[in-house]
């Protein structure tokens, strides 16, 4: 089943989720085990010898990440940042030079700037908005790989993937996109040009805040196999009850994407008039400076809201602390609307770097709740 056959929520249900061909179960199972018996020395059945080398669970889950982006070959990992390394470690040596977001999730600046560092890795964080820049930064015969994301957490700013991908080839280097915020459904980072998609798979894709995952999606074979080398050699492979768990979560990405999408909108116009809201950050709005690329290059604007407080540091926090529904928690995109300090919770990694992010910044994960529930949360929290 590929992309060219069939919509997205289509290939959501059925890529890689063929009904049992030994029961007829119609949900893949769950292959609990860490080795296959083989019918001769040498000889494995199916391929399968060794659960972290192949599982047919994880199978399922890889083809269908590659059918909903829209990629050659999908890989499932522990989490999101142990694909990035994977990533990182296949593609890069030391000496090599890599372009981050000038705005980059912490535990990617974290990453990069604690322990790909460590074993020669140079990178340059640079506003992935501004393609002279990004151009400027290149440094020729060096720079392996530009590495955007779009939109960013916890900012949303927007890079021009297209632009992008037709930089980062001119000399020869790779882009990858962090398609997290947006997911598949939103999104499609190779379509447009790009060379690998990563993924927290925990978030969007998941969808329930109860599995922790990450992924690749590549759209070269080569590239793919180099990969599924360094993803048997390194060894950071998801669980096939994790792989299982995500699947279930893909079923639903379109119909929860939308509710997430109405859900944020509303929230945006209400925080956009309120006087205790300094700033609203969202690529759906018109005075976004992303709002005509983000409108170009994806299918909607996503559930993922970031403001900042009118009376500084102390006031986002104790927004923060007075939601009831919207629940105070690191992570997204789940089906639960969560609530967090950037500065003191996922971005803190960034404290004191250039990547420092606003004191007073709220970042908001928009649930699939009764929009007026949440309004009224906000309406109490906001005071």
């Given at each position: 089943m590929?992309?060219?056959?069939?919509g997205?929520?289509?290939l959501?249900?059925?890529?890689?989720?063929?009904?049992?061909p030994?029961?007829?179960?119609v949900?893949?199972?769950?292959?609990?085990?860490?080795?296959y018996?083989?019918?001769a020395?040498g000889?494995?059945?199916?391929g399968?010898?060794?659960?972290?080398?192949?599982?047919?669970?994880r199978d399922?889950?890889?083809?269908?990440?590659?059918?909903i982006e829209g990629?050659?070959?999908?890989?499932?990992?522990?989490?999101?940042l142990?694909a990035?390394?994977?990533?990182?470690r296949?593609?890069?040596?030391?000496?090599?030079?890599?372009?981050?977001?000038?705005?980059?999730?912490?535990?990617?600046?974290?990453?990069?700037?604690?322990?790909?560092?460590?074993?020669?890795?140079?990178?340059?964080?640079?506003?992935?908005?501004?393609?002279?820049?990004?151009?400027?930064?290149?440094?020729?015969?060096?720079?392996?790989?530009?590495?955007?994301?779009?939109?960013?957490?916890?900012?949303?700013?927007?890079?021009?993937i297209?632009?992008?991908?037709?930089l980062?080839?001119?000399?020869?280097a790779l882009?990858?996109?962090d398609?997290?915020?947006?997911?598949?459904y939103?999104?499609?980072p190779?379509?447009?040009?790009?060379d690998?998609?990563?993924h927290?798979t925990?978030?969007y894709?998941?969808?329930?805040?109860?599995?922790?995952?990450?992924?690749?999606?590549?759209?070269?074979?080569?590239l793919?196999?180099?990969?599924l080398?360094?993803?048997?050699?390194?060894?950071?492979i998801?669980?096939?009850?994790?792989?299982?768990l995500?699947?279930?979560?893909?079923k639903?990405l379109g119909?929860?994407?939308?509710?997430?999408?109405?859900?944020?909108?509303?929230?945006?116009?209400?925080?956009?008039?309120?006087?205790?809201?300094?700033?609203?950050?969202?690529?759906?709005?018109e005075?976004?400076?992303?709002?005509?690329?983000?409108?170009k290059?994806m299918?909607?604007?996503g559930g993922?809201?970031?403001?900042?407080?009118?009376g500084?540091?102390?006031?986002?926090?104790?927004?923060?602390?007075?939601?009831?529904?919207?629940v105070l928690?690191?992570?997204?995109?789940?089906?639960e609307?969560?609530?967090?300090?950037?500065?003191?919770?996922?971005?803190?990694?960034?404290?004191?770097?250039?990547?420092?992010?606003?004191?007073d910044?709220v970042?908001?994960?928009?649930?699939?709740?009764?929009?007026d529930?949440?309004?009224?949360?906000?309406?109490?929290?906001?005071?």
């Open positions: 590929t992309a060219n056959n069939y997205f929520d289509t959501a249900i059925h890529a890689g989720q063929e009904p049992d030994r029961t007829g179960a949900v893949p199972p769950i292959y609990q085990t860490s080795t018996a083989q019918d020395v000889a494995p059945r199916l399968y010898e060794y659960a972290r080398s192949g599982n047919p669970t399922a889950l890889q083809e269908c990440l590659a059918a990629g050659r070959r999908g890989l499932a990992f522990a989490s999101g142990a990035e390394d994977t990533l990182l296949t593609v890069c040596r030391p000496g090599d030079h890599v372009l981050i977001p000038g705005d980059a999730y912490g535990g990617t600046y974290r990453l990069f700037a604690k322990v790909a560092e460590n074993w020669g890795l140079a990178w340059t964080a640079v506003p992935l908005d501004d393609l002279d820049g990004v151009r400027a930064a290149f440094r020729p015969g060096v720079t392996r790989m530009i590495w955007a994301e779009t939109p960013t957490n916890p900012l949303l700013n927007i890079a021009d297209a632009a992008l991908a037709g980062a080839h001119e000399y020869d882009l990858t996109v398609n997290t915020f947006a997911s598949p939103l999104q499609q190779i379509a447009l040009g790009a690998v998609v990563v927290s925990t978030k894709l998941g969808g329930h805040s109860d599995v922790v995952g990450g992924a690749l999606v590549v759209g070269n074979d080569e793919g196999d180099q990969l080398f360094h993803q048997n050699a390194m060894g950071a998801n669980g096939p009850f994790d792989a299982w995500t699947l279930r979560g893909i639903t119909v929860r994407m939308d509710r997430h999408c109405d859900n944020a909108e509303r929230i945006v116009g209400y925080l956009s008039e309120h006087s205790a809201v300094e700033t609203v950050y969202y690529p759906g709005l005075t976004h400076p992303g709002h005509e690329t983000a409108a290059q299918q909607r604007f993922m809201v970031s403001f900042r407080a009118a500084g540091m102390q006031a986002a926090i104790d927004i923060c602390n007075r939601t009831k529904l919207f928690a690191e992570s997204l995109g789940g089906v609307s969560l609530i967090e300090h950037p500065g003191q919770m996922t971005h803190l990694s960034a404290a004191g770097s250039p990547l420092e992010v606003p004191a910044l970042r908001l994960s928009v649930g699939i709740e009764s929009v529930d949440l309004l009224a949360d906000l309406e109490q929290a906001l005071g």
